[in-house]
């Protein structure tokens, strides 16, 4: 069970949380949807509005659904889930059935989206913008090291529209 918390209650170190810890992202319908582990990523106030931005190579199976969905989440999970992650993140959804595989337990979000019954934080964003990276734009040049095979990412923001954390079942209880 999940709880809507504003995001800004979140006392986390997000840096952390993205680039050490991962987040799962998940684009597309309950009837057909996938996944991948992303580490690129961050949160921040932009345009007067939350948004969560992330990354995502053209050639990413989840890409499609990145570019076909008006939604997409971000879960987060605790360590034990690692496996998991690491798993995600390096097989496509193309070959493999990663909920299958892995016992992730999908479920569809109010008014859209897919989270997860084991992630403890789940992000609903609307995508409001995207953008390629453009290496003609690296101020540091070895940046360029992270794109061997010159395949650069997408940038999508989103904006942040829903913050669920994972109420575990004695706090509900103590909150009935």
């Not at 690491?86 to 070959?95: A, F, H, I």
């Not at 989270?115 to 953008?131: E, H, N, P, T, V």
């Not at 290496?135 to 904006?159: A, C, V």
Request: charged fraction near 20%; aromatic fraction near 14%; glycine fraction near 8%.
């Amino acid at each position: 069970m999940h709880k809507e918390i504003p995001v800004s209650q979140l006392e986390v170190n997000m840096i952390d949380l993205i680039s050490r810890q991962w987040m799962l992202l998940t684009a597309g319908s309950p009837a057909y949807f996938n996944c991948m582990t992303a580490s690129w990523g961050g949160l921040g106030h932009l345009w007067s509005q939350n948004v969560l931005f992330a990354f995502v190579r053209p050639q990413r199976f989840t890409y499609h659904f990145m570019e076909n969905s008006a939604l997409f989440t971000a879960s987060f999970f605790h360590e034990e889930y690692r496996n998991i992650l690491t798993y995600c993140g390096t097989r496509s959804g193309r070959e493999a059935d990663k909920i299958g595989e892995t016992g992730l337990m999908p479920f569809e979000l109010d008014g859209g989206g897919m989270g997860y019954q084991q992630a403890w934080l789940i992000m609903k964003c609307r995508k409001i913008y995207f953008q390629d990276i453009d290496p003609g734009k690296f101020l540091d040049k070895l940046i360029g090291r992270n794109y061997p095979e010159k395949d650069y990412h997408r940038m999508y923001i989103g904006r942040i529209e829903q913050s669920l954390v994972r109420i575990e079942p004695e706090q509900s209880l103590k909150e009935s």
